[in-house]
Protein backbone atom coordinates (compact mmCIF):
# COMPACT_ATOMS: atom_id res chain seq x y z
CA UNK A 1 0.00 0.00 0.00
CA UNK A 2 1.70 3.79 -0.90
CA UNK A 3 3.00 5.72 1.87
CA UNK A 4 0.98 8.79 0.88
CA UNK A 5 -2.45 7.66 -0.20
CA UNK A 6 -4.27 5.52 -2.80
CA UNK A 7 -4.60 7.24 -5.62
CA UNK A 8 -4.77 5.48 -8.87
CA UNK A 9 -8.05 5.23 -10.33
CA UNK A 10 -9.61 1.97 -10.61
CA UNK A 11 -12.34 0.44 -12.98
CA UNK A 12 -15.47 -1.18 -12.47
CA UNK A 13 -13.91 -4.67 -12.51
CA UNK A 14 -11.00 -3.63 -10.59
CA UNK A 15 -12.99 -2.17 -7.81
CA UNK A 16 -15.29 -5.84 -8.00
CA UNK A 17 -11.83 -7.50 -7.40
CA UNK A 18 -10.52 -5.10 -4.79
CA UNK A 19 -13.79 -5.91 -2.76
CA UNK A 20 -13.75 -9.51 -3.18
CA UNK A 21 -9.98 -9.00 -1.96
CA UNK A 22 -11.26 -7.51 1.35
CA UNK A 23 -14.51 -10.01 1.92
CA UNK A 24 -11.99 -13.00 2.01
CA UNK A 25 -8.87 -11.21 3.39
CA UNK A 26 -8.18 -12.55 6.62
CA UNK A 27 -7.58 -8.96 8.42
CA UNK A 28 -9.74 -6.46 9.65
CA UNK A 29 -10.73 -4.21 6.32
CA UNK A 30 -13.39 -1.30 6.18
CA UNK A 31 -13.47 1.74 4.14
CA UNK A 32 -15.13 5.34 4.99
CA UNK A 33 -16.44 8.63 3.30
CA UNK A 34 -14.25 11.58 3.98
CA UNK A 35 -16.50 11.88 7.58
CA UNK A 36 -15.33 8.78 8.62
CA UNK A 37 -18.68 7.01 8.12
CA UNK A 38 -18.31 3.62 7.43
CA UNK A 39 -19.62 2.17 3.87
CA UNK A 40 -18.28 -0.99 3.61
CA UNK A 41 -16.58 -3.14 6.63
CA UNK A 42 -15.79 -7.21 5.47
CA UNK A 43 -16.45 -10.54 7.29
CA UNK A 44 -12.85 -10.27 9.49
CA UNK A 45 -14.35 -6.54 10.69
CA UNK A 46 -17.69 -8.42 11.83
CA UNK A 47 -15.74 -11.19 13.45
CA UNK A 48 -13.00 -9.50 15.41
CA UNK A 49 -15.69 -6.60 16.66
CA UNK A 50 -18.61 -8.57 17.08
CA UNK A 51 -20.98 -5.91 14.77
CA UNK A 52 -22.40 -7.09 11.94
CA UNK A 53 -21.94 -5.04 8.38
CA UNK A 54 -25.27 -3.88 8.92
CA UNK A 55 -24.22 -2.51 12.58
CA UNK A 56 -21.11 -1.11 11.37
CA UNK A 57 -22.70 0.42 7.83
CA UNK A 58 -23.56 4.41 8.42
CA UNK A 59 -21.60 4.51 11.80
CA UNK A 60 -18.19 5.68 12.45
CA UNK A 61 -15.67 3.29 14.03
CA UNK A 62 -15.64 4.68 17.33
CA UNK A 63 -18.78 2.12 17.55
CA UNK A 64 -16.10 -0.27 18.75
CA UNK A 65 -13.03 2.37 19.43
CA UNK A 66 -12.82 5.74 20.42
CA UNK A 67 -10.95 4.69 23.31
CA UNK A 68 -7.15 6.48 22.77
CA UNK A 69 -6.52 9.82 24.32
CA UNK A 70 -7.92 13.58 22.48
CA UNK A 71 -4.38 13.62 21.51
CA UNK A 72 -4.38 10.55 19.60
CA UNK A 73 -7.18 11.22 17.05
CA UNK A 74 -5.85 14.45 16.70
CA UNK A 75 -2.63 13.60 15.48
CA UNK A 76 -4.37 10.34 13.60
CA UNK A 77 -7.17 12.96 11.95
CA UNK A 78 -4.49 15.43 11.27
CA UNK A 79 -2.14 12.83 9.41
CA UNK A 80 -4.46 11.13 7.49
CA UNK A 81 -6.82 14.60 6.41
CA UNK A 82 -4.48 17.08 6.44
CA UNK A 83 -1.16 15.76 5.33
CA UNK A 84 -3.08 12.87 3.27
CA UNK A 85 -0.91 10.30 4.44
CA UNK A 86 -1.30 6.51 5.92
CA UNK A 87 -1.41 6.63 9.70
CA UNK A 88 -0.06 3.59 11.82
CA UNK A 89 -0.63 3.01 15.49
CA UNK A 90 -1.87 0.62 18.38
CA UNK A 91 -5.28 0.73 19.56
CA UNK A 92 -7.40 -0.14 22.65
CA UNK A 93 -10.91 -1.64 21.47
CA UNK A 94 -13.85 -3.02 22.96
CA UNK A 95 -16.19 -5.67 21.03
CA UNK A 96 -19.65 -5.50 21.36
CA UNK A 97 -19.64 -8.26 24.61
CA UNK A 98 -17.93 -5.45 26.41
CA UNK A 99 -14.53 -7.50 25.75
CA UNK A 100 -11.40 -4.94 25.11
CA UNK A 101 -8.70 -6.04 22.75
CA UNK A 102 -5.76 -4.24 21.15
CA UNK A 103 -5.34 -3.66 17.81
CA UNK A 104 -2.57 -2.79 15.13
CA UNK A 105 -3.90 -0.14 13.03
CA UNK A 106 -3.59 1.42 9.46
CA UNK A 107 -5.49 3.51 7.86
CA UNK A 108 -4.66 5.01 4.12
CA UNK A 109 -6.36 8.53 2.75
CA UNK A 110 -8.15 7.38 -0.68
CA UNK A 111 -7.96 10.26 -3.69
CA UNK A 112 -8.86 10.88 -6.99
CA UNK A 113 -7.54 11.57 -10.03
CA UNK A 114 -7.50 15.49 -9.01
CA UNK A 115 -5.71 14.52 -5.43
CA UNK A 116 -9.11 14.97 -3.53
CA UNK A 117 -9.96 12.79 -0.89
CA UNK A 118 -12.89 10.75 -1.75
CA UNK A 119 -12.44 8.59 2.00
CA UNK A 120 -10.38 6.08 3.64
CA UNK A 121 -9.17 2.63 4.14
CA UNK A 122 -8.73 1.28 7.24
CA UNK A 123 -7.48 -2.03 8.43
CA UNK A 124 -7.13 -3.67 11.96
CA UNK A 125 -5.05 -6.76 13.00
CA UNK A 126 -6.31 -8.33 16.62
CA UNK A 127 -2.57 -8.08 18.89
CA UNK A 128 -3.68 -8.85 21.94
CA UNK A 129 -2.74 -12.71 22.15
CA UNK A 130 0.84 -11.70 20.68
CA UNK A 131 0.96 -9.16 23.23
CA UNK A 132 0.23 -11.62 25.99
CA UNK A 133 2.77 -13.99 24.60
CA UNK A 134 5.17 -11.12 24.45
CA UNK A 135 4.76 -9.89 28.16
CA UNK A 136 4.86 -13.44 29.26
CA UNK A 137 8.09 -13.65 27.37
CA UNK A 138 9.68 -10.41 28.46
CA UNK A 139 8.38 -11.41 32.33
CA UNK A 140 9.83 -14.77 32.04
CA UNK A 141 13.07 -13.41 30.72
CA UNK A 142 13.09 -10.52 33.60
CA UNK A 143 12.90 -13.73 36.06
CA UNK A 144 15.06 -15.52 34.94
CA UNK A 145 17.84 -12.55 34.97
CA UNK A 146 16.74 -12.24 38.52
CA UNK A 147 17.11 -15.71 39.93
CA UNK A 148 20.45 -16.29 38.30
CA UNK A 149 21.46 -12.87 39.16
CA UNK A 150 20.25 -13.15 42.92
CA UNK A 151 19.81 -16.90 43.57
CA UNK A 152 22.73 -17.81 46.28
CA UNK A 153 24.16 -20.16 43.80
CA UNK A 154 26.93 -20.66 41.78
CA UNK A 155 26.21 -22.17 37.84
CA UNK A 156 29.07 -22.53 35.70
CA UNK A 157 30.31 -23.81 31.90
CA UNK A 158 34.27 -24.53 31.95
CA UNK A 159 36.40 -26.66 29.95
CA UNK A 160 36.87 -30.06 31.51
CA UNK A 161 40.26 -29.30 32.28
CA UNK A 162 38.91 -25.40 34.42
CA UNK A 163 41.26 -23.68 32.14
CA UNK A 164 38.71 -22.26 30.52
CA UNK A 165 35.48 -20.70 32.04
CA UNK A 166 32.89 -20.19 29.51
CA UNK A 167 30.07 -18.70 32.34
CA UNK A 168 29.94 -18.05 35.64
CA UNK A 169 26.94 -16.68 37.64
CA UNK A 170 26.87 -13.11 39.83
CA UNK A 171 26.70 -15.46 43.10
CA UNK A 172 30.50 -16.37 42.42
CA UNK A 173 31.06 -12.87 43.39
CA UNK A 174 28.98 -13.26 46.44
CA UNK A 175 30.33 -16.65 47.59
CA UNK A 176 33.74 -16.32 46.89
CA UNK A 177 34.38 -12.73 47.07
CA UNK A 178 36.15 -12.32 43.92
CA UNK A 179 35.28 -10.67 41.03
CA UNK A 180 34.28 -12.36 37.81
CA UNK A 181 36.33 -10.15 35.06
CA UNK A 182 39.06 -11.27 36.90
CA UNK A 183 38.15 -15.38 36.75
CA UNK A 184 37.19 -14.93 33.28
CA UNK A 185 41.30 -13.96 32.61
CA UNK A 186 42.50 -15.92 35.24
CA UNK A 187 40.24 -19.28 35.13
CA UNK A 188 42.80 -20.72 38.06
CA UNK A 189 41.72 -17.53 40.28
CA UNK A 190 39.11 -19.84 42.42
CA UNK A 191 41.07 -22.79 43.30
CA UNK A 192 43.68 -20.22 44.74
CA UNK A 193 40.83 -20.28 47.49
CA UNK A 194 40.32 -23.44 48.28
CA UNK A 195 42.05 -24.66 51.85
CA UNK A 196 45.24 -26.64 50.13
CA UNK A 197 44.34 -29.86 51.91
CA UNK A 198 41.00 -29.74 50.52
CA UNK A 199 42.62 -29.79 46.57
CA UNK A 200 43.08 -33.02 46.02
CA UNK A 201 39.60 -33.71 46.68
CA UNK A 202 38.87 -31.90 44.48
CA UNK A 203 41.28 -33.07 42.04
CA UNK A 204 40.79 -36.40 42.50
CA UNK A 205 36.70 -35.96 41.86
CA UNK A 206 36.71 -34.32 38.48
CA UNK A 207 39.85 -37.19 37.21
CA UNK A 208 37.10 -39.43 38.17
CA UNK A 209 34.38 -37.74 36.48
CA UNK A 210 36.21 -37.03 33.36
CA UNK A 211 37.44 -40.56 33.18
CA UNK A 212 34.20 -42.40 33.83
CA UNK A 213 32.42 -39.70 31.54
CA UNK A 214 29.30 -39.59 33.97
CA UNK A 215 28.41 -37.38 37.19
CA UNK A 216 28.88 -39.04 40.71
CA UNK A 217 25.17 -40.18 42.62
CA UNK A 218 25.86 -38.06 45.18
CA UNK A 219 27.27 -34.58 45.42
CA UNK A 220 31.01 -34.01 45.25
CA UNK A 221 32.73 -34.23 48.85
CA UNK A 222 32.59 -30.85 50.51
CA UNK A 223 35.74 -28.09 50.49
CA UNK A 224 36.68 -25.55 51.94
CA UNK A 225 37.35 -21.47 50.56
CA UNK A 226 39.12 -18.95 52.29
CA UNK A 227 37.90 -14.84 50.87
CA UNK A 228 39.46 -12.20 51.21
CA UNK A 229 38.49 -10.60 53.74
CA UNK A 230 39.81 -14.17 56.21
CA UNK A 231 36.37 -15.38 56.50
CA UNK A 232 36.30 -19.56 55.95
CA UNK A 233 33.13 -21.15 53.86
CA UNK A 234 31.89 -24.16 53.11
CA UNK A 235 30.95 -25.09 49.04
CA UNK A 236 29.70 -28.08 47.79
CA UNK A 237 29.27 -28.94 43.68
CA UNK A 238 27.47 -31.05 41.64
CA UNK A 239 29.59 -31.25 37.99
CA UNK A 240 27.92 -32.82 34.89
CA UNK A 241 29.44 -33.74 32.05
CA UNK A 242 28.40 -32.82 28.93
CA UNK A 243 29.57 -34.79 25.77
CA UNK A 244 29.72 -33.09 21.79
CA UNK A 245 28.69 -35.42 19.01
CA UNK A 246 31.70 -37.46 18.77
CA UNK A 247 30.79 -38.37 22.27
CA UNK A 248 33.75 -36.87 24.44
CA UNK A 249 33.39 -34.82 27.11
CA UNK A 250 32.88 -31.03 25.26
CA UNK A 251 32.39 -29.09 28.21
CA UNK A 252 31.91 -29.41 31.75
CA UNK A 253 28.28 -27.91 34.22
CA UNK A 254 27.26 -27.54 37.01
CA UNK A 255 25.97 -25.95 40.18
CA UNK A 256 28.17 -24.92 43.86
CA UNK A 257 26.43 -23.79 46.42
CA UNK A 258 27.46 -22.79 50.51
CA UNK A 259 26.86 -24.70 52.68
CA UNK A 260 28.45 -23.30 55.52
CA UNK A 261 25.15 -22.45 57.49
CA UNK A 262 23.90 -26.18 56.91
CA UNK A 263 27.39 -27.29 57.73
CA UNK A 264 27.41 -25.58 61.14
CA UNK A 265 24.39 -26.72 62.22
CA UNK A 266 24.96 -30.35 61.07
CA UNK A 267 28.41 -30.07 63.03
CA UNK A 268 26.23 -28.36 66.01
CA UNK A 269 23.49 -30.93 65.96
CA UNK A 270 26.26 -33.41 66.30
CA UNK A 271 27.75 -31.73 69.15
CA UNK A 272 24.34 -31.58 70.89
CA UNK A 273 23.56 -35.31 70.29
CA UNK A 274 26.85 -36.28 72.03
CA UNK A 275 26.44 -33.83 74.87
CA UNK A 276 22.86 -35.41 74.69
CA UNK A 277 23.98 -39.04 74.79
CA UNK A 278 26.73 -38.14 77.74
CA UNK A 279 24.38 -37.30 79.71
CA UNK A 280 22.72 -39.43 83.01
CA UNK A 281 19.32 -37.92 82.45
CA UNK A 282 16.85 -39.43 79.72
CA UNK A 283 16.06 -37.28 76.98
CA UNK A 284 12.61 -38.74 75.21
CA UNK A 285 10.88 -36.94 71.95
CA UNK A 286 7.38 -38.01 71.94
CA UNK A 287 4.65 -38.06 69.54
CA UNK A 288 2.04 -36.29 71.88
CA UNK A 289 -1.12 -37.74 70.27
CA UNK A 290 0.37 -41.38 69.65
CA UNK A 291 2.85 -41.07 72.60
CA UNK A 292 5.22 -43.34 70.23
CA UNK A 293 8.80 -43.09 70.82
CA UNK A 294 10.81 -40.94 68.04
CA UNK A 295 14.04 -40.10 69.68
CA UNK A 296 15.74 -41.06 72.82
CA UNK A 297 19.47 -40.09 73.99
CA UNK A 298 21.68 -43.34 74.97
CA UNK A 299 20.54 -43.13 78.39
CA UNK A 300 17.44 -43.88 78.24
CA UNK A 301 18.14 -46.94 76.10
CA UNK A 302 20.76 -47.37 78.77
CA UNK A 303 18.30 -47.11 82.03
CA UNK A 304 15.04 -49.14 79.93
CA UNK A 305 17.24 -51.66 78.73
CA UNK A 306 16.10 -51.67 74.57
CA UNK A 307 18.26 -50.83 71.81
CA UNK A 308 17.38 -47.28 70.14
CA UNK A 309 15.71 -49.38 67.29
CA UNK A 310 13.16 -51.82 69.54
CA UNK A 311 12.60 -48.72 71.64
CA UNK A 312 11.34 -46.71 68.50
CA UNK A 313 8.64 -49.46 68.29
CA UNK A 314 6.99 -48.64 71.54
CA UNK A 315 4.61 -45.97 72.99
CA UNK A 316 5.21 -44.69 76.34
CA UNK A 317 2.48 -46.58 77.90
CA UNK A 318 4.97 -49.84 76.97
CA UNK A 319 7.68 -48.37 79.62
CA UNK A 320 5.23 -46.28 81.82
CA UNK A 321 2.80 -48.74 83.00
CA UNK A 322 0.93 -45.97 85.98
CA UNK A 323 -0.07 -44.45 83.66
CA UNK A 324 -3.79 -44.06 83.02
CA UNK A 325 -5.85 -42.87 80.22
CA UNK A 326 -7.21 -40.10 82.33
CA UNK A 327 -3.61 -39.37 82.98
CA UNK A 328 -3.20 -38.77 79.57
CA UNK A 329 -5.81 -36.98 78.66
CA UNK A 330 -4.75 -34.32 81.70
CA UNK A 331 -1.09 -34.24 80.73
CA UNK A 332 -1.75 -33.15 77.36
CA UNK A 333 -4.27 -30.87 78.64
CA UNK A 334 -1.40 -29.11 80.17
CA UNK A 335 0.92 -28.99 77.86
CA UNK A 336 -1.19 -28.06 74.84
CA UNK A 337 -1.88 -25.02 77.42
CA UNK A 338 2.19 -24.38 77.40
CA UNK A 339 2.68 -25.75 80.90
CA UNK A 340 5.84 -27.84 82.11
CA UNK A 341 5.07 -30.92 84.00
CA UNK A 342 7.13 -32.56 86.80
CA UNK A 343 5.99 -35.56 87.80
CA UNK A 344 7.08 -38.79 90.29
CA UNK A 345 6.25 -41.85 88.45
CA UNK A 346 7.57 -46.01 87.69
CA UNK A 347 9.11 -47.27 84.78
CA UNK A 348 9.59 -50.55 83.17
CA UNK A 349 12.51 -51.94 81.90
CA UNK A 350 12.89 -54.74 79.60
CA UNK A 351 13.21 -57.26 81.92
CA UNK A 352 10.68 -55.98 83.37
CA UNK A 353 11.46 -55.01 86.31
CA UNK A 354 10.93 -51.47 88.08
CA UNK A 355 12.32 -47.86 89.05
CA UNK A 356 11.02 -44.97 89.90
CA UNK A 357 11.65 -41.82 87.97
CA UNK A 358 11.25 -38.13 88.13
CA UNK A 359 9.63 -36.55 84.92
CA UNK A 360 9.93 -33.51 83.05
CA UNK A 361 7.59 -32.80 80.60
CA UNK A 362 6.54 -29.99 77.99
CA UNK A 363 5.60 -29.87 74.33
CA UNK A 364 7.96 -27.86 71.86
CA UNK A 365 6.88 -26.84 68.22
CA UNK A 366 9.63 -27.14 65.48
CA UNK A 367 9.29 -26.49 61.80
CA UNK A 368 5.24 -26.55 61.94
CA UNK A 369 5.41 -30.00 64.29
CA UNK A 370 4.54 -30.70 67.63
CA UNK A 371 6.38 -32.85 69.56
CA UNK A 372 6.25 -33.94 73.56
CA UNK A 373 10.13 -33.74 74.91
CA UNK A 374 10.45 -35.42 78.32
CA UNK A 375 13.60 -35.58 80.54
CA UNK A 376 13.41 -38.57 82.57
CA UNK A 377 15.80 -39.05 85.59
CA UNK A 378 16.43 -42.25 87.86
CA UNK A 379 15.65 -41.27 91.11
CA UNK A 380 16.37 -44.64 92.76
CA UNK A 381 19.57 -43.65 94.87
CA UNK A 382 17.88 -40.20 95.71
CA UNK A 383 14.79 -42.01 96.61
CA UNK A 384 17.11 -44.30 99.32
CA UNK A 385 19.23 -41.87 100.14
CA UNK A 386 15.89 -40.18 101.36
CA UNK A 387 14.73 -42.91 103.26
CA UNK A 388 17.71 -43.14 104.91
CA UNK A 389 17.28 -39.26 106.47
CA UNK A 390 13.83 -40.19 106.79
CA UNK A 391 14.45 -43.25 108.82
CA UNK A 392 17.43 -41.56 110.62
CA UNK A 393 14.96 -37.98 111.36
CA UNK A 394 12.51 -40.49 112.31
CA UNK A 395 15.13 -41.74 115.68
CA UNK A 396 16.38 -38.29 116.24
CA UNK A 397 12.97 -37.06 116.56
CA UNK A 398 12.66 -40.13 118.93
CA UNK A 399 15.52 -39.30 120.95
CA UNK A 400 14.96 -35.75 121.24
CA UNK A 401 11.23 -36.78 122.61
CA UNK A 402 12.54 -39.01 125.03
CA UNK A 403 15.29 -36.50 126.03
CA UNK A 404 12.79 -33.65 126.20
CA UNK A 405 10.24 -36.02 128.27
CA UNK A 406 13.06 -36.59 130.83
CA UNK A 407 13.65 -33.21 131.39
CA UNK A 408 10.56 -31.79 131.67
CA UNK A 409 9.72 -33.74 134.43
CA UNK A 410 12.67 -32.92 136.43
CA UNK A 411 12.54 -29.54 135.33
CA UNK A 412 8.76 -28.86 136.24
CA UNK A 413 9.37 -30.18 139.50
CA UNK A 414 12.32 -27.99 139.98
CA UNK A 415 9.94 -25.14 138.84
CA UNK A 416 6.99 -26.05 141.58
CA UNK A 417 10.08 -26.32 144.16
CA UNK A 418 11.17 -22.30 143.61
CA UNK A 419 7.78 -21.66 143.37
CA UNK A 420 6.94 -22.79 146.77
CA UNK A 421 10.61 -21.21 148.18
CA UNK A 422 9.34 -17.41 146.18
CA UNK A 423 5.98 -17.77 148.17
CA UNK A 424 7.69 -18.65 151.53
CA UNK A 425 6.58 -21.80 151.84
CA UNK A 426 8.83 -22.98 153.86
CA UNK A 427 9.89 -19.60 155.52
CA UNK A 428 10.38 -15.99 154.87
CA UNK A 429 13.62 -14.95 152.86
CA UNK A 430 15.99 -12.13 152.90
CA UNK A 431 15.15 -9.73 149.66
CA UNK A 432 18.60 -10.33 147.70
CA UNK A 433 17.79 -14.83 148.54
CA UNK A 434 14.45 -13.55 147.20
CA UNK A 435 15.61 -12.22 143.39
CA UNK A 436 18.15 -15.21 143.41
CA UNK A 437 15.50 -17.51 143.49
CA UNK A 438 12.96 -15.85 141.11
CA UNK A 439 16.23 -15.66 138.65
CA UNK A 440 16.73 -19.35 138.44
CA UNK A 441 13.23 -19.63 138.95
CA UNK A 442 12.60 -17.18 134.87
CA UNK A 443 15.72 -19.43 133.76
CA UNK A 444 13.68 -22.77 134.90
CA UNK A 445 10.95 -21.87 132.71
CA UNK A 446 12.56 -20.58 130.03
CA UNK A 447 14.11 -24.03 129.59
CA UNK A 448 10.59 -25.65 129.79
CA UNK A 449 9.43 -23.53 127.28
CA UNK A 450 12.07 -24.54 125.09
CA UNK A 451 11.61 -28.14 125.42
CA UNK A 452 8.29 -27.28 124.73
CA UNK A 453 8.19 -25.41 121.52
CA UNK A 454 11.22 -28.10 119.87
CA UNK A 455 8.68 -31.20 121.14
CA UNK A 456 6.01 -28.82 119.12
CA UNK A 457 7.59 -28.41 116.02
CA UNK A 458 8.46 -32.14 115.81
CA UNK A 459 4.76 -32.56 116.36
CA UNK A 460 4.29 -30.42 113.55
CA UNK A 461 6.48 -31.69 111.48
CA UNK A 462 4.70 -35.79 112.17
CA UNK A 463 1.19 -34.37 111.97
CA UNK A 464 -0.11 -34.71 115.23
CA UNK A 465 -0.97 -31.03 116.01
CA UNK A 466 -4.44 -31.16 116.79
CA UNK A 467 -6.43 -27.71 116.38
CA UNK A 468 -9.51 -27.69 119.31
CA UNK A 469 -11.67 -24.40 118.62
CA UNK A 470 -14.20 -22.87 121.15
CA UNK A 471 -15.88 -19.48 121.30
CA UNK A 472 -13.30 -17.46 122.81
CA UNK A 473 -12.28 -13.82 124.05
CA UNK A 474 -9.27 -12.09 122.65
CA UNK A 475 -9.21 -9.05 125.03
CA UNK A 476 -9.57 -11.42 127.95
CA UNK A 477 -6.65 -13.73 126.55
CA UNK A 478 -4.47 -11.12 125.37
CA UNK A 479 -5.06 -8.93 129.19
CA UNK A 480 -4.16 -12.62 130.76
CA UNK A 481 -0.91 -12.81 128.90
CA UNK A 482 0.19 -9.11 129.31
CA UNK A 483 -0.47 -9.95 132.99
CA UNK A 484 2.39 -12.29 132.67
CA UNK A 485 4.94 -9.52 131.61
CA UNK A 486 4.72 -6.86 133.58
CA UNK A 487 7.75 -8.20 135.98
CA UNK A 488 9.99 -8.67 132.38
CA UNK A 489 9.32 -5.21 131.34
CA UNK A 490 10.11 -3.68 134.24
CA UNK A 491 12.94 -5.83 134.90
CA UNK A 492 14.33 -4.57 131.20
CA UNK A 493 13.55 -1.00 131.64
CA UNK A 494 11.08 -1.28 129.06
CA UNK A 495 7.88 0.44 128.71
CA UNK A 496 5.20 -2.18 127.57
CA UNK A 497 1.61 -0.47 126.95
CA UNK A 498 -1.99 -2.61 126.00
CA UNK A 499 -4.35 -0.29 124.39
CA UNK A 500 -7.78 -1.28 124.37
CA UNK A 501 -10.18 -1.42 121.60
CA UNK A 502 -12.91 1.17 121.59
CA UNK A 503 -15.56 -1.30 121.42
CA UNK A 504 -16.40 -4.76 122.40
CA UNK A 505 -14.59 -7.44 120.14
CA UNK A 506 -16.78 -10.16 118.87
CA UNK A 507 -15.92 -13.81 120.26
CA UNK A 508 -13.51 -15.78 117.85
CA UNK A 509 -13.44 -19.47 117.09
CA UNK A 510 -10.22 -20.90 118.15
CA UNK A 511 -7.85 -22.99 119.79
CA UNK A 512 -7.27 -20.82 123.33
CA UNK A 513 -4.05 -22.69 124.15
CA UNK A 514 -2.68 -21.92 120.51
CA UNK A 515 -3.59 -18.24 120.08
CA UNK A 516 -2.33 -17.89 123.76
CA UNK A 517 0.78 -19.26 122.53
CA UNK A 518 0.73 -17.05 120.10
CA UNK A 519 0.67 -13.57 121.91
CA UNK A 520 3.42 -14.94 123.95
CA UNK A 521 5.59 -15.89 121.61
CA UNK A 522 4.87 -12.28 120.18
CA UNK A 523 5.32 -10.22 123.06
CA UNK A 524 7.90 -12.01 124.39
CA UNK A 525 10.32 -10.93 121.08
CA UNK A 526 8.85 -7.40 121.03
CA UNK A 527 10.63 -7.09 125.13
CA UNK A 528 13.46 -9.43 124.19
CA UNK A 529 14.83 -7.19 121.92
CA UNK A 530 14.33 -3.84 122.91
CA UNK A 531 16.49 -2.06 124.55
CA UNK A 532 15.91 -0.49 127.88
CA UNK A 533 13.91 2.74 127.57
CA UNK A 534 12.42 1.19 124.82
CA UNK A 535 8.81 0.58 124.12
CA UNK A 536 6.29 -2.16 123.39
CA UNK A 537 3.08 -1.10 122.56
CA UNK A 538 -0.15 -4.15 121.76
CA UNK A 539 -3.45 -3.27 120.26
CA UNK A 540 -6.64 -5.32 119.02
CA UNK A 541 -8.52 -3.78 116.35
CA UNK A 542 -11.34 -4.82 114.89
CA UNK A 543 -11.57 -5.09 110.81
CA UNK A 544 -14.60 -6.30 108.70
CA UNK A 545 -14.70 -9.88 108.90
CA UNK A 546 -11.77 -10.14 111.57
CA UNK A 547 -9.85 -8.89 114.34
CA UNK A 548 -6.05 -7.86 113.95
CA UNK A 549 -3.78 -8.04 116.56
CA UNK A 550 -0.46 -5.76 116.44
CA UNK A 551 2.30 -5.38 118.47
CA UNK A 552 4.98 -2.79 117.56
CA UNK A 553 8.02 -1.92 119.15
CA UNK A 554 11.10 0.73 119.26
CA UNK A 555 13.59 -2.44 119.09
CA UNK A 556 16.63 -3.64 117.18
CA UNK A 557 14.14 -4.12 114.20
CA UNK A 558 15.22 -6.97 111.09
CA UNK A 559 17.66 -6.05 108.24
CA UNK A 560 15.95 -5.82 105.31
CA UNK A 561 18.11 -9.00 103.73
CA UNK A 562 16.95 -11.76 106.06
CA UNK A 563 13.25 -10.43 106.41
CA UNK A 564 12.36 -12.95 104.22
CA UNK A 565 13.09 -16.03 106.21
CA UNK A 566 12.10 -14.89 109.69
CA UNK A 567 9.07 -17.26 109.67
CA UNK A 568 11.77 -20.64 108.71
CA UNK A 569 11.82 -22.86 111.60
CA UNK A 570 15.14 -22.37 113.79
CA UNK A 571 16.25 -19.05 111.19
CA UNK A 572 17.06 -16.13 113.76
CA UNK A 573 18.04 -13.05 112.49
CA UNK A 574 21.70 -11.64 112.84
CA UNK A 575 21.26 -8.84 115.54
CA UNK A 576 19.33 -10.80 117.08
CA UNK A 577 21.92 -13.46 117.24
CA UNK A 578 24.29 -11.34 118.71
CA UNK A 579 22.10 -9.69 120.94
CA UNK A 580 20.83 -12.55 122.61
CA UNK A 581 22.59 -15.89 121.62
CA UNK A 582 20.70 -18.59 123.02
CA UNK A 583 17.44 -18.46 121.57
CA UNK A 584 15.86 -21.38 119.78
CA UNK A 585 14.76 -19.75 116.96
CA UNK A 586 11.65 -21.41 116.69
CA UNK A 587 9.28 -18.53 118.03
CA UNK A 588 8.01 -17.07 115.17
CA UNK A 589 7.96 -20.58 112.97
CA UNK A 590 5.20 -21.83 115.84
CA UNK A 591 3.27 -18.58 115.66
CA UNK A 592 3.16 -18.79 111.64
CA UNK A 593 1.80 -22.37 111.99
CA UNK A 594 -0.67 -21.73 114.53
CA UNK A 595 -1.97 -18.68 112.84
CA UNK A 596 -2.20 -20.42 109.56
CA UNK A 597 -4.08 -23.64 110.94
CA UNK A 598 -6.68 -21.39 112.16
CA UNK A 599 -7.04 -19.71 108.37
CA UNK A 600 -5.51 -16.58 109.60
CA UNK A 601 -2.56 -14.44 108.36
CA UNK A 602 0.32 -13.14 109.68
CA UNK A 603 3.60 -11.01 109.01
CA UNK A 604 5.71 -7.95 109.87
CA UNK A 605 6.99 -4.41 109.23
CA UNK A 606 10.38 -3.31 110.13
CA UNK A 607 13.49 -1.50 109.68
CA UNK A 608 16.48 -2.84 111.42
CA UNK A 609 17.68 -0.22 114.13
CA UNK A 610 14.01 1.38 114.70
CA UNK A 611 11.76 -0.93 115.30
CA UNK A 612 9.09 -3.48 114.38
CA UNK A 613 5.49 -4.48 114.23
CA UNK A 614 4.26 -7.81 114.22
CA UNK A 615 0.65 -8.65 113.34
CA UNK A 616 -2.00 -11.29 112.98
CA UNK A 617 -5.28 -11.74 111.90
CA UNK A 618 -7.96 -13.82 112.69
CA UNK A 619 -11.83 -14.63 110.71
CA UNK A 620 -14.58 -13.52 112.96
Given at each position: ???????????????????????????????????????????????????????????????????????????????????????????????????????????????????????????????????????????????????????????????????????????????????????????????????????????????????????????????????????????????????????????????????????????????????????????????????????????????????????????????????????????????????????????????????????????????????????????????????????????????????????????????????????????????????????????????????????????????????????????????????????????????????????????????????????????????????????????????????????????????????SRMFTRFYRASNASAMMPDASGLGLYL??????????????????????????????
Amino acid sequence: MPRRAINHPLAASDLQLFRLAAIHAPVHIIFTDPDGVIQFANPAAERITGYSAKEMIGKRPNLWGGRMPKEFYERMWHTIKEEKKRFHGEVLNVRKNGESYTAEMWISPVLDEKDALIGFVATEVDVSEQKKMLATILFEQERLLEITDNINEIFYSASPDLDQIFYVSPAYERIWGRRIADLVLDPTQWLGSVEPKDRSVIFASLKQLVATGKPPLDAEPPFRITRPDGTVRWIQSRTIPVKGSAGAIDHLVGVSRDITDRKEAEDSARLFRNLLDQTNDGIEIVDPKTLRYLDANLATCTHLGYTKQELLALTVRDTTPLLTPSMEAEFQKKIQAGASILINTMQRRKDGTMFPVEVSLREVVHAGATYAIAVVRDITEREQAEARIKESDILKNKFIQIVSHQFRTPLSAIRWNLEALMGDNLGAMKPEQKEFIRTTHDANVEIIDRVSDLLTAMDIDEDRIRIEKSGISLEGLLASVIGTFKGRCEARGVVCTYVPPKDPLPVVSADADKIRSVFEKLILNAVNYTPSTGTVTAVLIQKKGLVRFEISDTGIGVPLAEQSRMFTRFYRASNASAMMPDASGLGLYLAKYFIEAHGGKIGFESTEGKGSTFWFELLV
